[in-house]
């Protein structure tokens, strides 16, 4: 079955900066990929998602790229802000659409 | 408003003592699974279900039962918990496998 790798598992940056998180698969025939954010305490929410036609996608600052050749993608943040401190969680969805194989987390601290 | 409801959100029981977590959602998504959040390992998927009667395993189903008798509910079902399935359980639901899921607020479960 699919396997999803994530990195970092933790993350600090200092407000402002630049946040990276990266990510792997192992199954090729996967053609969908959401992030999602989760707060302290809250559900995991969808906060960007891209398919495997698409190369890269942005949303105000925070953006996705992927690459399938080396079945790598990665979430960037740009001007990191205290409210963007959570858990992200990457994911890849199966070719046939019926499972959905997450990465382990990485909880990102930005500091003031 | 739209929304994915489990019941109870916090849960403590003795090995052995069967037990339901009931999820629903309201906004008529075919496809239904259930998680298991653990650190470090991010969210693991027990049981997914793609319409009424449809069920299939996911990455971690043993000790799990599932069931979709009504488009909007689908119950996870420990019959015979143990210790090792204490953990922070999510249900979410989705158009299809490869859309975004809601998540329900989640249901910590601990088993003693």
């Known amino acids: 079955g699919e396997n999803v790798e994530q990195h970092p598992s933790t993350l600090s940056v200092q407000e402002g900066d630049s946040a990276v998180i990266k990510c792997t698969y192992s199954?090729?025939?996967?053609?969908?990929f959401p992030w999602y954010k989760q707060e302290l305490g809250k559900r995991p929410q969808l906060i960007i998602d891209?398919?495997?036609?698409?190369g890269e996608k942005k949303d105000q600052r925070i953006a996705v790229t992927l690459n399938k050749t080396a079945k790598h993608f990665s979430l960037h943040i740009t001007e990191t802000q205290p409210e963007d401190s959570a858990v992200y969680f990457c994911?890849?969805?199966?070719?046939?659409?019926?499972?959905?194989?997450f990465g382990g987390g990485t909880r990102v601290l930005v500091k003031p | 408003e739209a929304q994915v409801t489990q019941n109870p959100r916090y849960l403590i029981t003795v090995t052995g003592k069967k037990l339901t977590v009931t999820c629903s959602q309201n906004?008529?998504?075919?496809?239904m699974s259930w998680y298991r959040q653990d650190p470090g390992l991010g969210l693991r998927q027990i049981y997914y279900?793609?319409?009424?009667?449809?069920?299939d395993k996911g990455d971690v189903p043993e000790g799990y039962k599932v069931s979709r008798k009504e488009k909007r509910n689908f119950p996870l079902i420990l019959e015979s918990p143990s210790p090792n399935q204490t953990s922070l359980y999510f249900c979410?639901?989705?158009?299809?496998?490869?859309?975004?899921?809601?998540f329900g607020q989640g249901t910590r479960l601990t088993v003693v």
């Open positions: 979410a639901s989705s158009f299809r496998g490869d859309t975004e899921a809601f």
């Open positions: 199954d090729s025939a996967s053609n969908y």
């Open positions: 891209i398919r495997s036609n698409v």
């Open positions: 994911a890849a969805s199966s070719a046939a659409g019926n499972k959905l194989t």
């Open positions: 906004m008529n998504h075919e496809y």
């Open positions: 279900s793609m319409n009424v009667e449809v069920t």
